[in-house]
């Protein structure tokens, strides 16, 4: 399990469901956030299920049937686009209800459309984090609104508190990022694939060479391949050698948060969800997005936020400027209004008593005992 999107809410459902009483399980391909479901007292089984291949999928197939048998769950929750069509499958053959995550846009393709249509024969509901992905799911393929759920994504406040950092948390991430003091600190938790806005926030941050900026791009090239090469070539082109630095990935994302002084996501690819701006202004941080997909849902515009066209540098670095700028009592409003925000409209129970919903109302009868996330 990667520190992403979906991973993290795996791990926050597996754990909620377990203090719930109830029983979680949790076939993933591993990674950091298994530790911390398993301290949970969470159970994992790890399957290779990022890999592909047709003796892969035969295999991955074999293993979860296996574990199906074993462990008898009452419904099977899928939490990515890739094992989707693999859990279509369980479901039909072990007659389990179906709960389908479906977190970011899908592609316009005639697999993607076909595998949404079979989604119709089983027992499944679809899970959305936004009006923007529930819109799409039903004007782009055709899929009923009786069979989606809007569930906004879930932050957990006392994590996300900025008296739970200590000092030696704070001060061991600014090391490993090697921050200058004093600095502005503008961080950018994306992974680095094209579409999400990275050349152009650093097209942006040229721009104003008089502020003192350091730039965070935080982030994986795994699914692209090379883009690190291209963004390091990019910030040399710029003249921004030692104003960035790219962290790979990061375990103490409400440290990282602490740290930063303006979050952004500058995407002009759309995106369904990003629970960082949702982290980022729990920690009281002003965010800056473009206006593109559910990025809008995400925050509240002129009160938390700056929102700007997708791909447009010169707006992005002039609300760079302003964020910058903040007196300490604008930011200090800003921050109080911001924490507002995410706990009136993201709190983490109300998210957890939705899924809790969705599960019932897809298992009727029967209540949700064991779940199989993959």
Not at 75 to 84: A, C, D, N, V, Y
Request: charged share 20%; glycine share 6%; with cysteine.
């Amino acid at each position: 399990m990667e520190m992403t999107d979906p991973a993290r809410e795996v791990v926050d459902l597996a754990i909620l469901t377990q203090r719930a009483g109830e029983r979680a399980f949790i076939a993933s391909a591993g990674g950091p956030l298994v530790t911390e479901a398993e301290r949970a007292a969470v159970r994992h089984r790890r399957i290779p299920l990022d890999d592909q291949g047709l003796f892969i999928d035969w295999r991955n197939r074999v293993r979860l049937t296996s574990l199906i048998q074993r462990e008898r769950p009452t419904l099977l929750h899928s939490h990515s686009t890739e094992i989707l069509p693999l859990a279509h499958s369980l479901s039909r053959l072990h007659r389990l209800p179906l709960v389908a995550d479906l977190t970011q846009p899908l592609p316009d393709q005639p697999r993607i459309r076909q595998l949404i249509s079979r989604l119709k024969d089983i027992p499944c509901l679809a899970r959305v984090p936004s009006h923007y992905i529930q819109d799409e799911l039903e004007d782009k393929f055709g899929l009923p609104s009786k069979r989606i759920r809007h569930i906004a994504p879930g932050v957990d406040l006392q994590w996300h508190k900025a008296d739970s950092i200590s000092p030696e948390r704070l001060q061991g991430l600014s090391r490993s990022w090697r921050l200058p003091e004093p600095t502005t600190v503008v961080l950018m938790p994306m992974p680095l694939e094209p579409g999400l806005g990275h050349d152009i926030f650093l097209e942006a941050l040229a721009s104003v060479k008089n502020e003192n900026i350091f730039a965070v791009l935080i982030g994986s090239d795994r699914h692209a391949p090379g883009m690190r090469a291209t963004l390091e070539n990019q910030i040399h082109q710029y003249g921004l050698n030692g104003k960035v630095v790219m962290p790979e990935s990061c375990a103490d994302w409400p440290t990282a948060f602490w740290l930063a002084n303006i979050v952004i996501a500058p995407n002009v690819k759309p995106r369904g969800q990003n629970r960082a701006l949702l982290g980022a202004q729990a920690m009281g941080r002003p965010v800056i997005v473009s206006d593109i997909g559910a990025n809008r849902e995400m925050v509240q515009s002129g009160g938390t936020a700056w929102v700007t066209q997708p791909g447009d540098a010169k707006a992005l670095g002039m609300a760079l400027c302003q964020a910058t700028h903040l007196t300490t009592e604008q930011r200090l409003d800003l921050a109080a209004a911001a924490r507002n925000f995410v706990a009136e409209n993201f709190p983490q129970n109300k998210w957890f008593e939705g899924i809790i919903k969705l599960y019932n109302d897809v298992s009727q009868p029967a209540n949700a005992r064991i779940k199989v996330a993959a």
